[in-house]
């Protein structure tokens, strides 16, 4: 079955500078892959997911990711973080059926001003 | 707007109740989800259903009962034999049944215990 590990808990970063967050994930075959953010007592948002094609994706709110099969890597990164970012972000990979997906642990962003 | 429609927002449970969480959504997914959340952790599976009258256990369905009698309605009761009800309950659905189905997630549901 497949599994994803973010490795950090929590990342602090001051607002305008750049944002790299760490998906690790393990599966046998080529993954679906997906980040989602959740704000304080909401639900997952989608913000971007790999299928196929160009490993490096674009998604809503100025955030893309790379796919690095070699590193079973899909770090989700950001140019620029505004305020507004501060939100838990989980990275998740689907298998064959979309029951198994499974969630990353989650990691808390925290954005300084 | 589509979307799903989680209801209450907040929920408290008296020892020996059973409560049900309501899930709707508009969007004319064929398959819904029911996830628990606690702190620390990502998101598991409780129940699945990808079409209406039937449904799949997921990775920790002991406690909980769900039914799906209607394409956009997917309850969740939380019985009494949840020894451990309090978390953040996530609903969610998917247009295909594919691992490259995206979920969409309604705003959940907190639970706590009275």
């Known amino acids: 079955a497949q599994s994803v590990t973010q490795p950090d808990i929590h990342i602090t970063v001051s607002e305008g500078a750049s944002l790299e967050l760490r998906c690790n994930y393990s599966?046998?075959?080529?993954?679906?892959l997906f980040w989602y953010v959740q704000s304080p007592g909401q639900g997952l948002q989608l913000l971007l997911k790999y299928f196929s094609g160009d490993t490096l994706v674009q998604g809503i709110k100025g955030f893309e990711a790379e796919f690095k099969r070699s590193q079973s890597s899909f770090n989700l990164r950001k140019p620029s973080v505004h305020w507004s970012d501060a939100a838990e972000y989980f990275c998740a990979v689907g298998g064959y059926n979309n029951n198994d997906m499974r969630f990353g642990a989650g990691t808390r962003l925290t954005v300084k001003p | 707007d589509g979307g799903i429609t989680q209801s209450p927002k907040y929920l408290f449970r008296k020892e020996g109740q059973n409560v049900t969480l309501s899930c709707e959504q508009n969007l004319n997914h064929d398959a819904m989800y029911w996830y628990r959340q606690d702190p620390g952790q990502g998101l598991r599976l409780i129940y699945y259903s990808q079409i209406v009258n039937d449904f799949q256990k997921g990775d920790i369905a002991e406690g909980y009962s769900v039914s799906r009698e209607k394409k956009e309605s997917f309850p969740l009761t939380v019985t009494s034999a949840q020894k451990n009800p309090t978390a953040f309950y996530l609903c969610a659905s998917s247009a295909g049944t594919g691992g490259s189905s995206a979920q969409h997630f309604g705003d959940g549901t907190r639970l706590s215990i009275l």
């Open positions: 599966y046998g075959a080529t993954p679906y």
